[in-house]
């Protein structure tokens, strides 16, 4: 007896596949099936609880869940409920920890100044270097913004170690804007909508794949099985775009992440859950630590977890997180996009070799859903 084909093949279930997955499974009855090579779904966006100390551990680096979408947050709030978690950053410089994204206190501690709002606004003005001209790199475009005091104290160092690249070789692109309150207002991001899911990530993301149309099979390659598959089979592919093409017009440029994990026998390690480190003599970017993610779990039984984040160029081997996007792999990316795919559409941040936030990500996949996989399996 021949085996039943799926009605949609989907590569990845991170939030775009699982997105799209969903909706085919719950709204159009058909079946999808998911290929995934990691041991979980939820792409970069899943955490486990750490079943000693109970404290709830992302991965992959702290996510938290933001969005002025009033679409997507009532799609997503079919799945779970989030927290109340305001995201507010520290950054620290020479020993010192200020709020970042800069806002007034930032202007006041580091300057050593009591300046209200106006006066701000003011002083920022006076800091700019050539306000409205031409930004040939991320440097130029910086000190446009802020000045060359708050770049070099809070941009330079961490872009460098993000980037490995000096700014000023680096695209004024990147830094199209950076972000400065002239009130106290430390949060980072000021969506209406922003949180951490009640139960976890992992519970919402087994909530979005839990209809029984969907299978998922998890450390499995795609590349090892797609010659047994049925041409015939539509697929929305998430992965990288240039290994789908056996990187045949070369390797797209991407920044992955490594992460050093500690477990320390105290109840607090820092006074945010997030602190940047933009110095250059600390080779990682930032530290989290998560059990300030979730203040209302009131976990104090002596014990934290910790992360330091570090960035490096991606290899063959690597997990990609954020795309370079330099002159030469937009070259690269547009000779991928004119090769014909057949069947095959091209979904979520490594297939569009754009970076997404996860609203981003998730309102991409329902209109990609709507616009394009309705019509192709109805």
Known sequence: MTKAQPDLIVVGA????????ERVASELGKSVLIYETRNHIGGNAFSYFEPKSGI??????????????????????GFTKFNNFQHKVLSNHKG????????????????????DENEAKTFLESLKENPGGRAENL??????????????AFIKGYSQKQWQEDPKNLPSTIINRIPVRFNSDSRYFDD?????????????FESMAANKKIT?????????????????????????????????????GWRTLDFEHEALPIDSFQSAAVVNYPDLDVAFTRIHEFKKLYPERRISNGATHIMREYSRAAEREDDPFYPMNRGIDREILSKYKNEKVGNTIFAGRLGSYKYMDMDVAIAAALTLYRNTIIPLLT
């Not at 709830?56 to 709030?77: C, D, Q, R």
């Not at 440097?139 to 070099?152: H, I, N, P, S, T």
């Open 14 to 21: 991170g939030l775009t596949g699982l997105t799209i997955a």
């Open 56 to 77: 709830e551990i992302h991965k992959y680096g702290t996510h938290v869940f933001h969005t002025a979408n009033e679409k997507v947050f009532e799609y997503v709030s």
């Open 96 to 115: 010192t920890l200020f709020n970042f994204p800069i806002n007034l206190n930032t202007l006041n501690s580091f300057f050593d100044l009591s300046m």
């Open 139 to 152: 440097e130029d475009k910086a000190k446009q913004l802020v000045g060359r005091v708050l770049y070099e």
């Open 192 to 204: 209406i909508h922003q949180g951490l899911p009640l139960d976890g990530y992992g519970s919402w």
């Open 216 to 252: 998922i099979l998890l450390e499995t390659d795609y590349f090892d099985i797609k010659k047994d598959l049925s041409p015939d089979i539509p697929i929305v592919y998430t992965g990288p775009i240039d290994r789908y093409f056996d990187y045949k017009h070369g390797l797209l």
